[in-house]
Nanobody, 121 residues
Framework: QVQLVESGGGLVQPGESLRLSCAAS????????MAWYRQAPGKQRELVAQ???????NYADSVKGRFTISRDNAKNTVYLQMNSLKPEDTAVYYC???????????????WGQGTQVTVSS
């Protein structure tokens, strides 16, 4: 099967930076779009940033200019560089990947287990 494993979360002070990573492994055929979502306590999960296999990236208005999404296709990994972090960025961050399994053309969305990011002084 397929696994998405996130890393890089933690506790930081306002204004500091973190870099999240998410590596996909398993019986992967092709990876199409990859993305980062977040869910704060008591709130719905929201899209933070997305990056297609080809084309332009997309960001939530609240993180534009502070966060950068990138991917390394050779490593099946997506990153989220988060700068100038604010307390309102505190949430569990989830990565997602739209991918097909080997010997299949059907694409499915897979999710990571989530990593906690806490921004507090």
């Amino acid at each position: 099967q397929v696994q998405l494993v996130e890393s890089g979360g933690g506790l930081v002070q306002p204004g500091e930076s973190l870099r999240l990573s998410c590596a996909a492994s398993g019986s992967i055929g092709s990876i199409y779009g990859m993305a980062w979502y977040r869910q704060a306590p008591g709130k719905q999960r929201e899209l933070v940033a997305q990056i297609p296999s080809h084309g332009t990236t997309n960001y939530a208005d609240s993180v534009k200019g502070r966060f950068t999404i990138s991917r390394d296709n050779a490593k099946n990994t997506v990153y989220l560089q988060m700068n100038s972090l604010k307390p309102e960025d505190t949430a569990v961050y989830y990565c997602s990947a739209d991918l097909s399994l080997r010997s299949s053309i059907q694409a499915y969305r897979f999710w990571g287990q989530g990593t906690q990011v806490t921004v507090s002084s």
